[in-house]
């Protein structure tokens, strides 16, 4: 427990010069603890993944459980209507680069996504081919405009080092590299999307609060702040060594969580008064919950799947785990899978599409059993028909 024993402002005399404090006061002395702004963590790429996806649990958990399960549905590619088995897309997919296999190069992806609504895929060309795919950090990537408003060119920055690459596809298909820029949709922003994260910055902050107060607490012998009030019956007032002995008790004595709920001992019109609001007054447990639900709400994450108290939108895990794949996961592959799309067609005579092989998702395991089901029934369709309801 700490007690400040000076106030934080100083008075200032007539002639501008701060007046020196003193410890002795006529009618005793009243310790304050004075109330700060609140402070919000910055929009930053870095501050968002440092404070959110790397200090608070729901948000680490949330990230982590849409990024793993986006990335462990396999890819299926189709060249014209027939599935492609040995292209060397299918193979790209597989292994991106050599440090990298295709469910760790994914879910890096799908986290740069949700953190920073923003993911830059670097293709290396080589012969008109890709050949190799490199994910660029969001927060060291620029976009340079052009005269006209639309993306001219990337910079990336690292190291001290900058490099440049073309917004648009090299028409002749030479040899060299360019980016695939992926991003969520921003209403203000022409160029860069919107992360997630962003959204439940308030949240987020409100939730690290509240896991710094719980730390402070018990730093602070698990009792809140309070003001020792001095009041002399016989009008004296404390000396400067009487002064300074009470401080240093104050801080061996009662400090540290090591000493919590020890009782304290007042002597000589020493008088102690509570300032700080209990956890029960704050709503404490409430309000720390219902911070935790704002967040699995911006990504879209039922709170159940990640153990919240007092979530009862759905009936079961089960209907939680499908609405999780069918509202958040899916949606986020198929946008990818558009993008890549595209992006992989570029000087091939034949376009690519890329789709997820939904019969592989064990999230979404009962649904294809009730439509195999459905399918099968219906004796007024005949195989091939039944092979098209089905996906095949």
Known sequence: MRFPFSLPWRRAGADGVAIPETKATAGGFVTLTAEGRA????????????????????AHR????IAEAAASVPWLVYEGDEEATDDAAVALLARPNPRMGGNEFFEALYGHLLISGNAFVEGVRIGGT?????LLRPDRVRVLEGRDGWPEAYEYRAGGHARRY????????????????????HPL??????????????ALDLSNAAAHWNKALLDNSARPSGALVYQPKDGGNLAPDQYERLKAELEEGYSGPARAGRP??????????????SPREMDFVEAKNGAARDIALAF???????GIPGDATYANYQEANRAFWRLT???????????????????????????PDLDQVSGLSAERGELWSRVGAATFLSDEEKRQAVGY
Not at 62 to 65: E, L, S
Not at 337 to 352: D, F, K, N, P
């Open 329 to 355: 996961v899916l949606p986020l592959i198929f946008r990818t899978a558009s993008a890549l799309s595209g992006w992989l067609s570029e000087g091939r005579e034949t376009a690519l599409r890329l789709a």
């Open 62 to 65: 949330a990230v982590r459980m």
């Open 189 to 202: 922003d022409d160029h860069l999307g919107f992360a997630p994260l962003e959204a439940a910055s308030v």
């Open 300 to 306: 879209g994450v039922p709170p159940m799947l990640i």
């Open 264 to 277: 304290m001992l007042l002597e000589g019109g020493l008088d102690w008064k509570a300032m700080g609001m």
């Open 130 to 134: 890709l050949r190799e795919l490199h």
């Open 39 to 58: 402070r919000w963590t910055s929009r930053s790429y870095a501050a968002l993944a440092r404070e959110g996806f790397m200090r608070n649990p729901v």
């Open 166 to 185: 073309p917004a648009a596809a090299d028409p002749a298909g030479n040899e060299g590299a360019a980016v695939l820029h992926l991003r969520l949709f």
